[in-house]
């Protein structure tokens, strides 16, 4: 079993950046990639980012690939979104997943999800 728990929302004016961390844990979360997505009001929940544990090979959302950017620390089992330049149209629930074996991109791969954080961007 994993278990995530996401931190570092909050409320942020236009071209401010924020930092969200994503605490992994169970034995078995370095054989997934570790994914961000989000959740805009009414919208579906859209993939953002992601990042294999092993390699590093890391994907981007077409709309965040300029400003956004993920890592990893492996020995604290962490992923971490580095988001820039932020806009209101980034204002969302931004989860932390794990999954993607097959398609990091892919919402439906992602087995595991954290209970999300709020960005909230305002213009």
């Known amino acids: 079993q994993v278990q995530l728990v996401e931190s570092g929302g909050g409320l942020v004016q236009a071209g401010d950046s924020l930092r969200l961390s994503c605490a992994a844990s169970g034995r078995t979360v370095s054989r997934f990639a570790m994914g961000w997505f989000r959740q805009g009001p009414g919208l579906e929940r859209e993939f953002v980012a992601a990042?294999?544990?092993?390699?590093?090979?890391?994907y981007y959302a077409d709309s965040v690939k300029d400003r956004f950017a993920i890592s990893r620390d492996i020995a604290k089992k962490m992923v971490y979104l580095q988001m820039n330049s932020l806009k209101p149209e980034d204002t969302a629930v931004y989860y932390c997943a794990a999954g993607g074996v097959w398609n990091m991109r892919d919402r439906s791969e992602y087995d595991f999800w954290g209970q999300g954080t709020q960005v909230t961007v305002s213009s």
């Open positions: 990042i294999s544990w092993i390699g590093g090979t890391i």
